[in-house]
């Protein structure tokens, strides 16, 4: 069906009194959701004037119990029903996953119908294909759930900072890893033990990968710095390292130097193009993002005019995301009730993407070697070969051992992978125990 053409009968169907809503997904966000958009409609309705009706629930199992009231007819296991069904206005995705969504998304946009999806690994994989289509149909397209959980922070990139020039965007976007990180900070624990109550707290799933390798944060790391930079970053794009290596003891350590570790994405840009990145982070300790604590996320971003602005809050969890997902909800009705062709939020121009190897990084390095004399000059040209230079050594013997800690200057992603390299093949290094890299310029 012809997009435009539909439109003028979406309006119709919007310009009832309740405005129907299909949801595709009902679990932790989409079950929030229905609670909300049932038990506060009054409040809504008071507040936007707008009331709504969930016409149509795309779930997996139709025997589920649910925790909110399932009248007949109401669920179905046919996703493309709901997209379908002539009373859905609306389509709300919180399935998860790149299919069905991607092509459920796709059939409600061609059908005229706006979306509001919280699904950042579909975004961040097929975001430019999805907001053409939406373009094209002249619907809004809106997913401010997809970064930050109940973080407003989409939005504000998009449009209230539309006109700024920014530069860096770092975030904390993954409360499992936050919540890890800083146990092991805080109590000392080990990254098992932390892992292991993370996921007593249901802060962690029982397969942990896609949070602690870093590949949710990567996902909403190419989101972020598309909407900053305008210039379209995809998932593919970004340098993921997780947190699976890290240690108490470096924790401890970066503490005595004034730091914190996080997982954090790093999305900048510069003369030479824009890129994104996530890995573990020294932060010092007077940064802001140093005191998100726990399962908070937090999104710092560094601009021309503004200088900086935080966001932060709850990064997950249904009640906060359901928010997000609500205002976007209300929002698409409203542009849609205008009647008028929705502009677009967000263009993407062409742009260079910077590859990791060429991007400008500080390391701390533990190394475990043999104290024997001439070891440390060693290891100082093993840098300065790879054109590293070192900012500070701290030396620790034990025995005739000794924990040595490095922390270079900014040099190329690459020339620090080569002095590490280097320092691997000398006799008297035991070990290269930990590489973490560093924000910021503390000692
Ligand atoms: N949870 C959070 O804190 C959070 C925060 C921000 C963003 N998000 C995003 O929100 C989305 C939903 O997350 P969630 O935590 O609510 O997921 P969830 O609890 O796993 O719920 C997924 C829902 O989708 C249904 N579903 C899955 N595949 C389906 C299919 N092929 N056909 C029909 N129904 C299908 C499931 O049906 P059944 O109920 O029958 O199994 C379930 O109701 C994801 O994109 C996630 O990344 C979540």
């Known amino acids: 069906m012809n997009a435009a053409a539909s439109k003028p009968a979406i309006v119709a169907v919007l310009m009832e009194r309740s405005i129907g809503i299909g949801l ?15 038990g506060e409609s009054d409040a809504i309705a008071a507040k936007t004037g707008l009331t709504f009706d969930v016409r149509r629930i795309g779930v997996n199992d139709l025997e589920r119990e649910r925790d909110f009231e399932v009248t007949e007819g109401l669920l179905t296991d046919d996703p493309f029903e709901v997209v379908n069904y002539p009373t859905v206005a609306l389509v709300v995705e919180v399935m998860g996953g790149k299919d ?42 809106l997913f401010e759930a997809a970064v930050g959980g109940g973080i407003p922070i989409i939005r504000p990139l998009s449009e209230t900072l539309a006109g700024e020039r920014l530069d860096r965007v770092l975030g904390i976007v993954n409360g499992t890893t936050n919540y890890i990180l800083t146990q092991m900070a805080e109590e000392g624990a080990s990254y098992a033990a932390a892992l292991a109550a993370a996921q007593e707290l249901g802060y962690a799933e029982t397969d942990p990968t896609a949070d602690v390798s870093g590949a949710d944060a990567a996902a909403k ?80 971003i560094e601009g021309v005019a503004i200088e900086s602005l935080l966001f932060a809050g709850p990064g997950a969890g249904g009640e906060p995301t359901a928010t997000a997902v609500l205002g976007d ?28 190897a060429d991007i400008q990084t500080r390391w701390y390095v533990r190394l475990q070697v043999d104290d024997r004399p001439g070891v ?11 054109g590293v230079s070192i900012r500070s050594v701290w030396q620790e013997g034990v025995d005739d051992e000794a924990a040595l800690i490095v922390v270079t200057h900014s040099a190329p992603e690459a020339s620090q992978r080569e002095a590490i390299a280097s320092l691997r093949k000398i006799d008297e290094v035991i070990e290269v125990a930990s590489v973490i890299r560093v924000l910021g310029t503390n000692p």
Not at 103 to 109: G, H, M, T
Not at 225 to 231: C, I, N, P, R
Not at 288 to 297: C, Q, V
């Open 376 to 386: 440390l000059a060693q290891i100082a040209s093993g840098f300065g070969d790879a």
């Open 24 to 38: 595709l997904g009902a679990g932790t966000v989409g079950g929030a959701l229905v609670r909300r958009l049932v």
């Open 100 to 141: 069905p969504a991607g092509d459920l998304i796709l059939a409600a946009l061609e059908a005229g119908k706006p979306v509001v999806t919280a699904n950042k690994e579909l975004i961040a994989s097929r975001g430019p294909e999805l907001i053409a289509a939406a373009e094209r149909a002249g619907v809004p397209l």
């Open 221 to 300: 790391a190419a989101i972020l710095a598309s909407l900053a930079f305008g210039t379209w970053v995809g998932v593919e794009d970004v340098y993921a390292e997780g947190i699976e290596d890290l240690t108490a003891v470096d924790m401890s350590f970066a503490a005595e130097f004034g730091y914190v570790v996080k997982l954090v994405a790093v999305c900048e840009r510069t003369a030479d193009g824009v890129s994104a990145r996530v890995h573990p982070a020294m932060i010092p300790l007077d940064h802001p993002l140093a005191s998100i604590r726990g399962a908070m996320n937090a999104v710092f």
């Open 329 to 356: 909800v209300i929002d698409a009705a409203r542009e849609t009730l205008a009647g008028a062709q929705v502009a677009p939020r967000i263009r993407f121009s062409p742009g260079d993407l910077v590859p990791f």
